[in-house]
């Protein structure tokens, strides 16, 4: 029994000791399986680190060569990316760096088992500086490169010696040597593949896959006046779209000026263009990349350029993209007719109407010549005008409606006529004198007798009064006009005079309408008075003008010289012949003086006039306008000249009264003032990126239209409250 109970302990002492010896053996193996998987996990580990080059370090920031690939892997292709890091305020450049910089350069030579590669460019952003404009990137960018290798799955040793500029206030250019080197072996990515994926999908696509396509890139205008226009759609509402334009090297292009339909997804880009200094230089036919870029969504497309058939230009409720040129010069025709009825042309409607009155009983031939040389005077001193805008824009100068009346020695002489005008209907002269100057002032008021020349100087002087006015559609075709060249100013200035010459053209074509006025009595004699007061209104309003202009001291003495020649005309019917010669002969030299004198002077005094201003309205300031939308606010720009009439009749019966004004008053709605009666560069600029060449010119910003939501000329309290609402979404409705 004892033997039998030791040999059981003894097998059993035996299983147990084999099985501890096999779980040993299993935890051994274990153990080094554990081993061999860190030191597999290490070594991928090393790898890749290994995958970027060493940074090199610079005072404003680093440089590295990365790799998506911890090996070279068995394929063609190697998935790379040059890493820039930036200090804050400093930029690298893009490829087409704008107007100063250069973009980064890549040398691979001594590099070992590589052919070539191509380096992307993700959408970069603009930056204006000192009237510079410079495409780059700031803080970091990866440019992804795809590089090619000469015999696959072999080891790939790079080096890539790159020249790049940096740049914040100065500009400081490095040389960095880069070195990476890569395995053979199979592929492993790395932490930096998702890195230069994500960069290579900020670069612009191209083809059917874009988000964004340009449909139309066109070239406007010709010499200094060249204009491209680009039309571009998006799958979704755009939202700030700019365009990057890469063409010959000697032409510049400009910050793009952005209009969008209200559709939302539909936007025309009107880029100014500074061409080389060369007769057969020609933008039309030539091949340009372009490159727009909205947020996130980015696009790129070669497009051979063409002739422009279609200008953009914003129609009086802001919503147009494009007309044709046909549809220009209606709208121009229309615009014209409209003038007639704007409040700055009183005295000319006072002119026509005593040239009316003046034909009854005469014959109708009369009355249609009389009445075609007053239509010849208005389109001919229209195609004067267009002269002038070809003139200024040859000569690189700013043009626009109504900008004559910006110069002090204008104003004068237009006082000096106003006021030979209005003492001519009061009766103090009525006699014919030679020259041009006292039988256009003698007859321009169309009394029986008069000649032909007298009527042609009544429409050209009916034409210098109606350009302080402005109407509907007549900014739009003037905005087409004066973005084009010599031959559509002069077509649009021509139908301009047109429609402002209608209703003398339609009395000139059934003449038999003046046998149903009243006939000239007594009663003219006070109408004659009451329309020269009028004009004597006219005058001191210009007066008023002057004296914001030029200063009060200047403004008196140029009062004074009208009073002396209202004092010589009075004494001019008990003058001799030859003393009443010598009298025009002193007019003319008092209206020189006057001239001469209101241009000597600066617009100093105008300046002081502005400090004591109400609190309502700010000075008008372009950066202040993002700053103040940044915040939630609503912003209204208007865009005023003393000289403007218009812009007055807007003021009294809309900015100044009712909701509008209770909502400047109350500081709900920001108001900027930008004054343009003296010349100023910053505000011709302004309304340029508009496509507007004259005023009134209103603009409403906020959070839900940054780029502004435009009035018409003809303000009313139901479109600038839309407005408002339009332009500040939520914030409107609480501010009130």
Not at 371 to 391: E, K, N, Q
Not at 659 to 687: C, F, H, N, R
Not at 706 to 727: C, D, H, Q, W, Y
């Amino acid at each position: 029994m004892r033997c039998t109970l030791s040999y059981i302990i003894g097998r059993i002492e035996k299983r147990v000791n084999a099985n501890m010896f096999r779980v040993k053996c299993l935890s051994i193996r274990r153990l080094y399986a554990q081993i061999a998987m860190l030191a597999s996990l290490l070594a991928i580990g090393g790898a890749a680190s290994a995958a970027t080059s060493a940074r090199f370090e610079h005072d404003h920031g680093t440089v590295r060569l990365i790799s998506g690939g911890a090996t070279a892997g068995g394929g063609e292709t190697l998935d790379l990316g040059l890493q820039f890091h930036m200090k804050p305020g400093w930029k690298v450049y893009w490829r087409s760096p704008g107007d100063a910089g250069f973009p980064p350069e890549v040398n691979w030579a001594g590099s070992t088992n590589f052919a070539h590669a191509k380096m992307a460019w993700p959408a970069p952003e603009r930056f204006s500086v000192l009237n510079l404009e410079t495409l780059g990137y700031r803080k970091e960018v990866v440019f992804p490169i795809t590089a090619s290798v000469l015999e696959p799955g072999k080891d790939v040793a790079l080096k890539a010696r790159v020249r790049f500029l940096t740049c914040d206030d100065i500009c400081v250019p490095y040389e960095a040597n880069l070195t990476l080197n890569l395995p053979a072996g199979a592929d492993i990515n790395t932490p930096q593949s998702g890195t230069i994926q994500r960069w290579r999908a900020k670069v612009p696509a191209s083809g059917d896959r874009a988000p964004l396509s340009i449909d139309r890139a066109e070239v406007a205008g010709s010499g200094k006046t060249t204009a491209l226009l680009v039309r571009v759609t998006g799958s979704d509402a755009l939202k700030s779209p700019d365009l990057y334009v890469e063409g010959p090297a000697d032409y510049g292009f400009a910050k793009p000026v952005v209009r969008i339909a209200s559709t939302g997804n539909e936007g025309l880009m009107r880029i100014d263009v500074q061409p080389p200094n060369r007769p057969d230089a020609r933008l039309a036919g030539e091949t340009v990349t372009l490159t727009v870029v909205d947020g996130d969504l980015a696009v790129e497309q070669k497009v051979t350029l063409r002739r422009a058939e279609a200008v953009a230009a914003a129609s009086s409720g802001g919503d147009a993209i494009g007309y044709g040129f046909l549809a220009i010069l209606g709208l121009a025709i229309l615009g014209g007719l409209i003038l007639n009825l704007m409040p700055c042309v009183l005295p000319v409607l006072s002119i026509k109407l005593l040239s009316v009155v003046g034909h009854g009983g005469e014959a109708p031939s009369r009355v249609r010549a009389g009445f075609l040389a007053s239509a010849a005077g208005i389109v001919v001193c229209f195609l004067l005008l267009g002269t002038v805008a070809v003139a200024l824009q040859s000569a690189g100068l700013a043009a626009g409606w109504g900008i004559q009346f910006q110069q002090p020695a204008f104003l004068a002489f237009m006082v000096a006529v106003i006021t030979l005008f209005a003492l001519n209907m009061w009766g103090l002269f009525e006699i014919h004198l030679p020259g041009a100057v006292s039988e256009a002032a003698v007859n321009a008021s169309g009394q029986a007798g008069s000649g032909i020349r007298g009527h042609f100087m009544s429409g050209a002087f009916a034409t210098l009064l109606a350009t302080p006015c402005t109407a509907p559609f007549l900014g739009t075709a003037v905005g087409f006009a004066l973005s084009r060249g010599a031959i559509e100013i002069y077509a649009v200035f021509l139908a301009l005079g047109i429609g402002l010459a209608l209703p003398w053209i339609a009395v000139a074509a059934f003449p038999l309408l003046v046998n149903r006025l009243p006939k000239p009595g007594p009663w003219m004699l006070t109408l004659k008075r009451i329309l020269s007061i009028s004009l004597i209104g006219t005058a001191l309003w210009l007066l008023s003008v002057l004296w914001f202009q030029i200063g009060g001291p200047a403004t008196t003495m140029i009062a004074l010289l009208m009073v002396a020649i209202a004092f010589t005309v009075w004494q001019y019917r008990h003058l001799s012949e030859r003393a009443r010669f010598a009298t025009w002969v002193v007019i003319g030299l008092l209206t020189v003086i006057s001239m001469v004198g209101a241009d000597s002077f600066t617009y100093a005094a105008r300046d002081r006039f502005v400090a004591i201003e109400d609190n309502t309205w700010r000075k008008f300031d372009l950066t202040a306008i993002d700053a103040e939308i940044a915040k939630g606010n609503t912003v209204l720009v208007d865009v005023t000249a003393d000289w403007c009439l218009t812009c007055q009749v807007n003021k009294s019966l809309v900015l100044d009264r009712g909701q509008v004004a209770e909502l400047l008053g109350a500081g709900s709605i920001i108001a900027m003032k930008a004054d343009w009666t003296k010349p100023d560069p910053a505000i011709t600029a302004y309304l340029k990126s508009y496509g507007r060449f004259g005023i009134p010119f209103n603009v409403v910003y906020g959070p839900t239209a940054p780029r502004g939501v435009p009035l018409p000329e003809i303000l009313t309290e139901s479109a600038v409250m839309a407005a408002f609402e339009k332009a500040g979404g939520k914030n409107a409705h609480v501010r009130r």
